[in-house]
């Protein structure tokens, strides 16, 4: 989003990543105020029915054994919609190329180094080698590969991953969210009658290697009440595990370079923060950014203390969500979490 942001502005901008490979990505809800990001720059016509499914409501078992329905048709901020990641990001792509911006695949970050003038860097890539730039933008997610570069480390508040399997829909629905004794569970409805089914526990609490792992995971739907009744997930189907678990930079700006998105700070997939700090921290920043090289530092800085905010929000959502779920008293999982509606 920030490459998209700047070139729209009329910057030089050029977009680096690891690989030109695109393998499975865990599908997302982008919220209304993620939704309201794409608008902002333009590209709300990104979201049609055809690439991804809108989402008008769904079942949420959590704080309780029976389910509650979950509108949101009537949503006064609008729509949200079930991604898919693929598609998205390409098509983001695409928009950022359309607006004059050039990219590289394959391009592996290897060291940097500042100007003499103090003006930006010198960064070398393996199969693209060095790159002067006035700004660097690390959006490398959760790696924040030019952020730990700087020295800046990331701060890592639980363990929590997701073990996450392709499915097929056997009851109409499009979301559902249930809490077990162990973690909780999600599951969304994709395009062609397809699911994505995704647990979510703590790291110590799954086995290692992939065989037990789908093992696990199928163990641990068995469980489930009302998870299992919408979705079938093959025996065979191999499982993927996803980092979960929120964590955030020691600081998400410095000497001509921001972190956006997962790289600046990772949030609870309960909070729904996710793609919506990707989109608004790329689009702020890209606004930051562009003030920056005209002269005018203190946008950067408003930049890093809205990323700062948003992780005080996302800590203060995580805890009361946690907090509504209080069946399993002597379950690991949950009384890990007590400590945090404590404090």
Not at 169 to 178: D, G, R
Not at 255 to 282: H, I, M, R
Not at 301 to 330: C, F, K, N
Not at 336 to 341: E, K, L, S, V, Y
Request: a positive charge; charged letters at 25%.
């Amino acid at each position: 989003m920030a490459g998209l942001v700047l070139a729209h502005l009329g910057r030089r901008v050029l977009l680096l990543n690891r690989s030109s490979a695109r393998g499975r990505k865990v599908g997302e809800v982008l919220t209304p105020t993620a939704v309201a990001q794409l608008r902002a720059v333009g590209q709300v016509q990104l979201l049609t029915p055809g690439k991804h499914l809108p989402v008008v409501g769904g079942v949420s078992s959590w704080g309780r054994a029976g389910i509650v329905d979950r509108e949101f048709s009537f949503d006064p901020r609008g729509t949200s919609w079930h991604l898919n990641r693929s598609i998205f990001d390409n098509d983001l792509l695409v928009a950022a190329l359309t607006r004059g911006a050039k990219h590289h695949a394959g391009a592996r970050f290897r060291r940097a180094q500042a100007l003499m003038n103090g003006r930006g860097w010198k960064v070398e890539f393996d199969n693209l080698g060095e790159v002067t730039s006035s700004f660097v933008v690390d959006a490398t997610g959760r790696a924040s590969s030019f952020a730990r570069h700087q020295g800046m480390r990331r701060r890592r508040h639980d363990r929590l991953i997701a073990l996450t399997a392709s499915a097929q829909l056997t009851s109409e629905f499009e979301f559902a969210i249930e809490a077990v004794a162990s973690g909780w569970w999600y599951a969304a409805a994709l395009l062609a009658g397809r699911a994505i089914v995704a647990y979510l526990t703590d790291a110590d609490m799954i086995p290692a290697g992939s065989e037990p792992q789908r093992n696990f995971f199928h163990d641990k739907l068995d469980e489930t009440t009302h998870i299992k009744s919408r979705v079938s997930v093959d025996p065979k189907v191999r499982t993927q595990t996803v980092a979960a678990q929120t964590e955030a930079i020691d600081a998400p700006i410095g000497s001509c370079w921001a972190a956006v998105g997962d790289a600046a700070a990772s949030f609870d997939p309960l909070s729904s923060f996710g793609l919506t700090n990707a989109l608004e921290s790329g689009r702020l920043a890209g606004l930051a950014i562009d003030a920056t090289l005209a002269g005018e530092r203190g946008f950067i800085e408003a930049y890093g203390r809205h990323v700062r905010r948003r992780t005080e929000d996302s800590d203060i959502l995580r805890s009361a969500y946690y907090g509504m779920e209080a069946r399993w008293p002597r379950s690991p999982f949950w009384d890990r979490r007590r400590g945090w509606t404590s404090r």
